[in-house]
């Protein structure tokens, strides 16, 4: 992992925000974010919310700054300007505590990442026990519950090279929800997968909307997205061209630029 470079010395501020959580807030918001990489701007002013239990779908073409936008709320990427925050707490402030933030976020990458040497059960349990400090058999008692919702309760011992890729990848579906984050960050989670394995692991997401879960996912699978997201948000060339309902998004565009990105897929 990239460490963060402090812009100015820390004073620690809390993760949980500043007070009680309005529960009609948007969990994540993101106000005018911008980020270059050298001199090529790659998100360009990116304005976006989240609200609690929302499943947003973030589209667009290949180097568009789905993942660098991913990264960003990740704290992965420092952003040259804007703000991001995360419930009610402005995780772009320098004096933040990075991990307290990555706690209250899971991630799920397109490759598993699970720890090769760690049963399936101490992958999952991993976070809460290290990040979070719980106590083994707390931890492992979560794991082991997630564990059972993804649908894999009996490989708890079994190490990740044991596994078929959607089942590795539902794992870290598992580990990413363990320290129970406010949000969870999905960037292609299906694109490393043989296809016969994708729907499962579309499934676990479909499951995870149903009993509640705020998701903030990049993806290629446009029937997915169509399916699955409440609001579907174009990126073009770092910005948002276009956002809304999947039902209106994928049938009438309203911008030439996100007509043009559909119809390669209509064919
Ligand atoms: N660390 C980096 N250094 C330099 N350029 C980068 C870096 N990370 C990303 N980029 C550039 O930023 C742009 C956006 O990349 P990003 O990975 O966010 O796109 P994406 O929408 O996720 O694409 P894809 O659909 O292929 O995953 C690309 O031009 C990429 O080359
Ligand atoms: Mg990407």
């Keep these: ?19 009680p959580v309005d529960e009609t807030a948007p969990v994540l918001r993101l106000e005018g974010v911008r980020k270059a990489f050298g001199s090529t701007t790659v998100l360009d002013g990116v304005d976006l919310d989240v609200a609690r239990d929302e499943v947003v779908a973030l589209i667009g073409a290949s180097g568009s700054g ?10 992965l990427e420092t952003v040259d300007d804007g703000r991001i925050v995360l419930d009610g707490l402005d995780v772009t402030d320098p004096r933040v505590r990075v991990d307290a933030v990555r706690a209250r976020i899971g991630v799920v990458f397109q490759h598993f990442n699970l720890f090769p040497h760690l049963t399936v059960l101490d992958n999952v349990a991993l976070a809460s026990r290290h990040v979070l400090r719980r106590p083994r058999a707390e931890a492992e008692a979560r794991a082991l519950e997630l564990l059972d919702r993804v649908g894999l309760g009996d490989k708890a ?7 078929s890729g959607g089942q590795q990848q539902r794992v870290a579906i598992a580990r990413a ?64 061209a276009e956002q809304g309902p999947p039902a209106q998004l994928f049938t009438a565009p309203r911008t030439d630029r996100a007509r043009e990105f559909l119809a390669r897929f209509s064919s």
């Design 157 to 163: 011992g079994a190490y990740p090279d044991r596994l």
């Design 177 to 240: 929800l363990a320290p129970r984050p406010a949000v969870l960050l999905l960037d292609e989670i299906t694109s490393a997968l043989d296809p016969e394995l994708v729907g499962e692991v579309l499934d676990l997401v479909r499951t995870l909307k149903e009993v509640g879960t705020t998701i903030l996912m990049a993806t290629h699978e446009m029937a997915f997205a169509r399916d699955v997201a409440d609001r579907v948000v174009f990126l073009d060339a770092g910005r948002v």
């Design 66 to 75: 789905k993942s660098t936008l991913l990264r960003t709320v990740n704290l």
């Design 1 to 19: 992992m990239s460490a963060r470079a402090p812009r100015t010395p820390r004073r620690d501020v809390p993760a949980g925000g500043a007070g």
